[in-house]
Every structure is written in C-alpha cells, then in structure tokens.
C-alpha cells in the first residue's frame, strides 16, 4: 500500500508545482496589464482635458505663431555661409579662441573693436550676428591617430594601449577638419572675412616659427633622402657591372672573386632599400604640401551666404510653441488651485 502511495503523492506534489508557476504567470500578466491599463487611461484624461480645452490652447497658439508672422515678416533677413579649414602645428586651440572671441564682440554689439580686428567697415561689422565653429566628427580618424600613435611609441608598452581611453581623451581641437560659420544681415560680407580670420593664425609669432622649423627639417630630410637614393642606387650600377663581369670572365674559363672582407650585396636588397627611400621621399613631400601655410583653406566662404529657413528658428514657429505652453500652464495652475480648496 506505501508503494501505490508514492506515486500518487508524487501526482500531487507535481499538481501543486503546475498551480503555483500558473498562479504566478497569471500574477506577472495581471500585473503588465494594469500597467498598460494605466497608461491607456492616463492618455484618456490628457485627450479628455485636451479636448476640453482645444479652444484656449489654439486661440494661444494661433496668436503665437501670428505676432511670430509678423516678426518674421518684418525684420530682415538673415544669411549665412561656411568656411572649412585644416590648421597645422597645433593651431586649432587657437582658431576656437579667436572665433569665440569674434562672436563675444558681436554679442557685446561693439563693432568698432570687432571692424578694426576684421578689417571692415562698422556698418558691416553691425549687421554681423554671430561667429561659430565646430569640428567635422569623423571616427575614422581617432582610430588613424591612435595607430600613428600605437607606431611612435615603444612596442613594449603597446599592450597596455586602450583604444577606449584613447577616444576618452580625444578633443574637439584633435580633429582635422573644422567648420566656421557666419550669420549675418549682409548678404555680401562673407568674402572679406576669409582672409583676417586666417591672418590672424598666420601672423601669430610662435606658429610662423613653428612652420620655419618644419620647412628647414623637412628640407634636410628631403636631401638626405636623395643623397641616400643616389648611393643606393650607385652601389646597384656597380654591382651590376661586378656581376657582368664576372660572368664574362666565367664565360672565359676564368673564375673572378670579389675583394676580401667585402661582402657581397645582394641586388634584391638594394632594391627594396631604394623603394623605400622612394616612399620616405613620398611622404616627405606630401607632409611639406599639407604644411605650406599655417591654415589650409579647404574651402572658402561663398561671395553670397545662404537664407536661413530652419523653422525651428523662425519667430512663427517659436512664439506659437511659447504662447501655447504659457496657456497650457495657466490652465493646469488653475485647475491645481480649484483642486487644493476643494480638498
């Protein structure tokens, strides 16, 4: 009688288990339904006490956006164009201060100090709003520099290189590219901004020195680089007559050795030795065209800037948005304030 008692024992243990995990699904679904119950409801009132006060709110809306009409209507438009360029010798910082700087003068509306530093008349350095710049983010390029980097130091200490905490400490001035923008009410200024912008990067003592230095260095590293391939390939013309000869003297009967203690040079060798002094001297020249001036201009501002025509910065598109949150506010503090005396 035990023995027919396990199993039946065993059906209710196993019974009681399936009731259990069933109690708790049906528990964990009730439970994501009263949530989604929740939500449903909470949308129900905001359309409820959207509907029942459409006409506030679009009456606020509808006079926002036609003050903003007006406004946009009547003050003047406003243009802009950009300017892309690629500092050298560690200019960028400098570049970011002297924009900001240009842009704190429009801000302070002193266009006497900002015409003098621009080299324009103060009735165009009036109708100028703004000076920004940004970088051109390309994420190929943290991982070229960390390469470069990963190249230039020991190979020992590689390993402990992390490519996260490299992009950590990745700036804004370690970009290669950089984007300068102007706003401004005169259609026809962007022209003559490009050159006092990069002048004063240009006139600036320490970078000229710089560039002196790393046009001498790359000057020298240039003739060594001919020198050395001049040699090498001199030592291949010489071995090559070595080698003729000596298979004519072979041809002859005669065996030709060469001298003692001279060892022989392979051709190979001093071919691969000569492709690469090539590609050093490649590169040397492609680093002395990317550092021929202090700035490189990649392009230019534009003779004639562009409209602005965001709607996000239109006076219609703002003031409507603005009027329409102040009612919705209004509405909602009235609505706490019947609520709390009648608590």
């Not at 070595?242 to 392979?266: F, H, M, R, W």
């Amino acid at each position: 009688m035990a023995q027919q008692n396990i199993p039946q024992d065993g059906e209710v243990d196993l019974g009681s288990l399936f009731k259990i995990i069933g109690k708790g699904f049906q528990n964990l679904f009730n439970f994501i339904g009263r949530i989604f119950k929740g939500i449903l409801h909470s949308l129900i009132l905001a359309l409820v006490f959207i509907r029942n006060n459409a006409l506030k709110l679009g009456l606020a809306t509808f006079i926002g956006a036609a003050i903003g009409l007006y406004f946009d209507l009547t003050n003047p438009k406003q243009f802009s164009s950009t300017m892309i360029v690629e500092p050298n010798f560690k200019s960028t910082q400098q570049l970011y201060k002297n924009v900001l700087f240009y842009h704190e003068l429009v801000k302070q509306k002193n266009s006497i100090l900002l015409a003098k530093t621009l080299n324009i008349s103060v009735s165009e350095a009036s109708k100028i709003k703004g000076f920004y710049i940004e970088p051109i983010i390309n994420e190929n390029e943290k991982y070229e520099l960390f390469n470069n980097f990963t190249q230039e130091i020991d190979s020992t200490l590689v390993k402990y290189i992390n490519i996260k905490e490299f992009k950590k400490g990745f700036t804004i001035y370690d970009y290669k590219y950089h984007q300068i923008e102007v706003k401004s009410l005169n259609n026809g200024i962007f022209e003559k901004l490009s050159t006092p912008i990069i002048s004063s990067i240009e006139n600036n003592i320490y970078f000229k020195n710089q560039k002196k230095i790393n046009d001498e260095n790359l000057l020298q590293n240039e003739r060594v680089l001919k020198k050395s391939l001049r040699e090498v390939d001199t030592l291949r013309k010489i071995y090559n007559e070595v080698l003729i000869t000596e298979a004519n003297k072979q041809n002859t009967g005669t065996a030709i050795t060469l001298a003692q203690g001279v060892k022989k040079t392979n051709e190979i060798e001093l071919f691969n030795e000569s492709l690469e002094l090539n590609e050093e001297l490649i590169d040397n020249n492609k680093e002395k065209a990317e550092t021929t001036e202090i700035v490189n201009v990649v392009s230019t501002f534009s003779e004639i800037g562009v409209k602005e025509r965001s709607i996000l910065k239109k006076w219609t598109f703002v003031l409507a948005v603005s009027l329409g949150l102040v009612m919705l506010i209004v509405i909602l503090l009235i609505r706490l304030n019947s609520y709390l005396k009648n608590y």
